[in-house]
């Protein structure tokens, strides 16, 4: 028979709110909850690199888009204001027909700003706007708000803003590089 420890208490006598002891099981539904968020967050991440495509740096020229010789511009003129605040705006109106078979729905071109100093030229993109009226001021619209149908034609206008002051106040070079048809 062991010796027993004078300071051990008798089962009987044992405190009454003492601590049980801590089950030792594994966490399965710690586990399965943490599947699920790590596979709902790869799933996120596929659909994403899958729905859009790196966009191209926007100072960088672009190729024409394969519709773009249905769309001439014509008749390019150029104009600017100044703010109060001291910005400058130039604006580019001119002339546009769809000569194809499709509904355009939207254009973006790119206007190239030369220069006379041996610097890289100044590249803006932005979206093509119709001007639908005149009087008592010039207001325009995006062409996804009345597309642009085959045989259709409109003026359009460009504004842009923070044209560097190396410019060489010509006439940009304007291209058609994206349109949306349906």
Known sequence: MEPKDPKAKPPSEAPLFSDPLPKRSFPATAVAIAA???????????????????????????????????????????????SMSGG?????????ANHGDRTVTGVTVQAVFANDVAMPPQIETT????????????????????PL??????????????????????????RIIQVETR
Not at 52 to 80: C, F, I, N, V
Not at 88 to 96: A, N, S, V
């Open 127 to 146: 979206p093509l706007s119709l001007i639908y009226m005149r009087q008592p001021y010039v207001d325009s619209h995006p062409l996804s708000a009345s």
């Open 36 to 82: 699920v968020a790590v596979t709902l967050l790869a799933l996120f991440f596929v659909l994403m690199g899958r729905r859009s495509q790196p966009a191209p740096a926007p100072k960088t020229l672009l190729p024409e888009a394969a519709y773009a010789a249905h769309l001439p511009l014509t008749g390019l003129r150029m104009s600017d204001s100044s």
């Open 88 to 96: 400058r705006q130039i604006y580019l109106e001119g002339h546009i």
């Open 149 to 174: 149908g085959p045989g259709e034609e409109g003026d359009f206008r460009l504004i842009f803003e923070d044209i560097s002051e190396n410019w060489n106040q010509q006439l940009p070079m304007v």
